[in-house]
């Protein structure tokens, strides 16, 4: 079973991933990891932040001479700003300044972040006891966890894309039919992962207006999966669901508060003669559909077309400008916290977002054809993918009585 725990605060002195199921004999190539990071950081409307931090993988077990051994695989991120905040973060109590850590203080909650209930929650006076994890800075090593992961997905010819189709109410227009490689092109070209050149044009100018007057931007992104097999997930259980657990993986992403699969909301009020994918067969195709409206996933279970998702990203609760906000502790009108932040999390949110769901689509697909080395999955894919080829065909001798 493949899992990871990630650990660290923001401005501690590291992040931490731990992955557990990752199968002996891949080569991981940690430039691939490092590239990710890099794409997370870049976008237009991101923060101060990331002119400190350069962030890059350090392995520190799992690994040997770029192969993956089969057991726990520990991957680190160092802050770079952990120097300026020793002597307020310090684990410990010999470092810590005690002084320093009053001007630090949080004590007004933002509205829409963790801060308030998080404060309730854990019996905390110090909103930047809950901050500090709850901050999104946490996504880097997850970004690290979906690059290593997309490496084994690759091995078997799954590729996974992801780009900005709204910021605001400024809509992408996205060419159908697209390949991945054609996908790249344009969003390395791309100041905000998007498809688009008029409308990035348009998000750009909306997000220096909101940089201008203290605001944030949401908006929507997209992660594609090329080339995933039929057969991953189940319908037999609510939770085995591919649908449910991509879902549960995306909304998992601070400051995702919507995710729709295929066509998702835009199909409540069409007819369902309009909404499904028709089915057709060829000799040399098998079963396949002229359409993808479902997302590549039927019942539960990936039928083999493209997975298309996509995540509503809400405008992130840390604005320069302030909202109404009490003191925890005197009870006292007070404009909420201020750290530093971005305007528009959009490309990084897609980034983050296209990891996650590279570690849910590992998951299933080594339950689905998993063992201890990569070769002995590779045999079990082959061997399906054979199985999947003769489906249905029935002889005297392998007929169902």
């Known amino acids: 079973m493949l899992n990871f725990l990630t650990a660290g605060e923001s401005h501690g002195k590291q992040l931490t991933v731990i992955i557990e199921g990752v199968p002996a004999g891949l080569k991981i190539n940690k430039d691939k990891i490092n ?9 237009f409307g991101r923060g101060e932040r990331m002119k400190i931090e350069e962030d890059e993988v350090i392995i520190t077990s799992g690994i040997r001479a770029g192969m993956t051994l089969g057991s726990p695989i520990t991957m680190i991120i160092e802050n770079k700003d952990w120097g300026n905040w020793v002597e307020v973060m310090s684990p410990e109590i010999d470092e810590v300044v005690l002084e320093k850590v009053e001007e630090r203080k949080v004590l007004s909650p933002r509205p829409g972040h963790a801060d308030l209930p998080g404060a309730i929650k854990y019996h905390h006076q110090d909103i930047r006891n809950v901050l500090e994890r709850a901050s999104a800075r946490e996504t880097a090593i997850r970004v690290a966890a979906g690059a290593l992961l997309s490496q ?3 091995e078997f010819g799954i590729e996974l894309i992801s780009y900005v189709v709204q ?40 997000i220096k207006e909101a940089m201008e007057t203290g605001d944030t931007l949401g908006g929507i992104f997209e992660v594609k999966a090329f080339g995933v ?16 657990r991509l879902a549960f993986a995306l909304m998992s ?26 089915i057709f067969f060829d ?30 990203v809400k405008p992130i609760p840390t604005l320069r400008k302030g909202l109404s906000s009490v003191n925890i502790l005197s009870k006292e009108e007070q404009r909420s916290a201020y750290e530093r932040s971005d305007v528009c999390v959009l490309p990084a949110a897609s980034v983050v977002g296209l990891s996650m769901v590279a570690i849910e689509l ?4 080594l339950e ?10 590779k045999k079990n894919h082959r061997n399906y993918q054979q199985s999947c080829r003769l489906a249905f065909e029935q002889d005297d001798k392998t007929a169902d009585t």
């Not at 159908?176 to 498809?195: E, G, P, T, V």
């Not at 039929?230 to 259980?237: D, K, R």
Request: aromatic share 6%.
């Open 35 to 43: 590239q990710s990071l890099k794409e997370r950081q870049r976008g």
């Open 152 to 154: 084994l997905l690759e």
């Open 167 to 206: 910021v605001g109410d400024i809509k992408a227009k996205i060419g159908k039919d697209l390949s991945f490689d054609q996908i790249k092109d344009k969003i390395n070209l791309s100041k905000l992962r998007c498809l688009d050149e008029k409308a990035e044009e348009a998000m750009i100018v909306k």
């Open 229 to 244: 097999p039929v057969g991953l997930g189940s319908y037999t259980q609510w939770d085995k669901r591919l649908n449910a």
């Open 253 to 278: 992403i601070p400051a995702v508060k919507g995710v729709e699969i295929g066509m998702g909301f835009k199909g409540v009020d069409k007819l369902g003669s309009v909404v499904h994918d028709e």
């Open 283 to 312: 000799q040399r195709l098998g079963f396949y559909r002229k359409t993808n409206q479902a997302g590549g996933i039927e019942g539960g279970i990936s039928n083999g077309e493209d997975i298309i998702l996509r995540a509503a």
């Open 362 to 365: 590992a998951r299933a697909f």
């Open 368 to 377: 689905k054809f998993g063992g201890d080395h990569l070769q002995e999955i």
